[in-house]
């Protein structure tokens, strides 16, 4: 059983920062690095969407509407992956997921709210 647990959100004013954190446990199978993690979010009345990912080795995908302010990074001896996110806009607001994806398997955490607003 995999359980990824986020944590991170917030509420902050335009232009601030957040460090959102996801840690896993449970058993991967074939090692927590053979996963790639990602960040989606989904905002009211809108279909989730993909922030980040991050492979095993290192390179990343980071979405239009983030690039050059959100940065995603994992530290693999501790099973967490994060996202760093600056220069956050009331269209960031959403509640944040956290993945863990390979083939054939898919695990979601439970979320965490970020809410940017004046």
């Known amino acids: 059983q995999v359980q990824l647990v986020e944590s991170g959100g917030d509420l902050v004013q335009p232009g601030g920062s957040l460090r959102l954190s996801c840690t896993a446990s449970g058993v991967f199978g074939g090692g927590y690095s053979s996963y790639a993690m990602g960040w989606y979010r989904q905002a009211p009345g809108k279909q989730r969407e993909l922030v980040a990912q991050?492979?095993?080795?290192?390179?990343?995908t980071i979405a239009e509407s983030v690039k050059g302010r959100f940065t995603i990074s994992r530290d693999n001896a501790k099973f967490t992956v994060y996202l760093q996110m600056t220069s956050l806009k009331p269209e960031d607001t959403a509640v944040y997921y956290c993945?863990?994806?390979?083939?054939?398997?898919?695990?979601w955490g439970q979320g965490t709210q970020v809410t940017v607003f004046s």
């Open positions: 991050i492979l095993t080795s290192g390179p990343t």
């Open positions: 993945n863990a994806k390979k083939i054939g398997l898919d695990y």
